[in-house]
């Protein structure tokens, strides 16, 4: 019998041993969670955005790390739909959505229609309540972009990945202050299977799941499923006004002392979305210290894990956390000083400057501990990454 995969979450991350993506389950079988689970590893890079008509008043990221299933198929019976968190300082009315979706399993075009509703928040605060708006858009009134294909690491992972975008019937108005949910749902027969694009860390609150064919009757917050991490949903909404804009800030910088010489040394600095609320910050590097060090890196850090790339992004809500890595100068009694400087992807003014200070022991000051560190380095060249 085929293995049927309802959910799927792919995503890369250089320090990581066991992340489960839900699930894996045989035809018509109840949802088990065990060691069946296993780890996809993709990332998109390149910022992704859909077509679109007027001005981006919220920006939930469309910079995309993998995707979970949502669609409807009463028939199968599949029921998995997800719903993430919005909310505006003051009032603003949209007229279109975008986002990130796609088919798999098998990876083919089924060209379904889609539900999209907006939800109040939940009596109890940061949890799906009250349908606010809902509509049902034809597939042939939904705006269609392919923008990549993904082999998986297994059967039934391949998946057509598209941007959307779509006009609402009439302009929708929400309040300021007030926390709304989406959720964006394929409607169609299994196979193939939708999806919706996510990415990490999350702008507000985690994605939230319900599926009684998956065993979440209610909705639950994805860290309280087997996938157990802070996901976000690849979503705009669009209408008439100003477009939210980021901006950039830089906090602290980065003093090594007693570096051994030609050792890799790592420190963590924090930068900010200081801009419009509903604004998404993507930020790459733009310079490094030429002069010195090798192999600079500059890489996103979050719960003690590493991204293997450059550059990433970062919502209003919350710092973001970077690992500043280089292979210390091989030169010893010496004092290095520089500089790092971000950018704003979209906005070349907008940078911010990390001061950097690299200092090399004086031979004559060292001590004897100081001297079997240096020694030890020298012959266990490991010693340098656990240093």
Request: hydrophobic share 40%; aromatic share 14%.
């Amino acid at each position: 019998m085929k293995t049927k995969i309802i959910g799927i979450l792919v995503i890369t991350l250089l320090i990581a041993t066991v992340i489960p993506a839900v699930g894996i389950l045989n035809e018509k079988e109840p949802l088990f969670i065990g060691d069946n689970f296993k780890l996809g590893m993709y990332y998109q890079k390149d910022y992704t955005s859909a077509n679109l008509e007027g001005s981006i008043l919220w920006d939930n990221g469309m910079h995309y790390h993998g995707f979970f299933g949502s669609q409807w198929d009463p028939a199968y019976p599949l029921d998995v739909i997800n719903a993430d968190d919005f909310q505006f300082d003051e009032a603003k009315s949209i007229t279109n959505v975008n986002w990130i979706g796609g088919y798999f399993n098998p990876c083919e075009d089924g060209d379904f229609d889609w539900n999209i509703t907006f939800y109040t928040d939940g009596v109890e605060g940061n949890i799906p309540g009250e349908v606010f708006y809902k509509e049902i858009f034809p597939n042939s009134e939904v705006h269609e972009t392919y923008i990549g294909f993904f082999e998986g690491p297994e059967d039934g992972l391949d998946s057509y990945i598209f941007s959307y975008w779509v006009d609402l019937a009439e302009p929708i108005t929400f309040n300021s202050g007030q926390k709304y949910w989406i959720s964006i749902q394929g409607l169609g027969a299994f196979p193939p299977q939708t999806h919706w694009a996510l990415h990490i860390p999350s702008v507000n609150h985690n994605v939230f799941i319900q599926s009684n064919y998956f065993g979440w009757p209610d909705w639950t917050d994805i860290l309280d499923t087997p996938l157990s991490f802070s996901y976000d949903a690849c979503f705009q909404l669009v209408g008439d006004g100003d477009p939210v804009a980021a901006d950039l800030e830089g906090k602290g910088g980065i003093v090594w002392e007693n570096v051994c010489v030609g050792s890799i040394i790592n420190d963590t600095i924090e930068i900010s979305n200081i801009g419009d609320t509903g604004s998404m910050l993507e930020w790459k590097v733009q310079s490094v210290p030429e002069e010195w060090g090798i192999n600079w890196s500059v890489r996103w850090y979050f719960n003690g894990l590493t991204a293997p790339f450059e550059g990433g992004f970062v919502g209003t809500t919350k710092s973001e956390v970077l690992l500043v890595e280089v292979q210390a100068p091989d030169e010893k009694n010496k004092e290095f000083t520089g500089e790092i400087v971000l950018v704003n992807s979209d906005n070349p003014d907008d940078t911010c400057t990390i001061n950097l200070v690299c200092k090399t022991p004086k031979s004559r000051e060292l001590n004897q501990f100081h001297l079997l560190i240096e020694k030890l380095c020298e012959q266990f060249p490991i010693l340098r990454y656990l240093l």
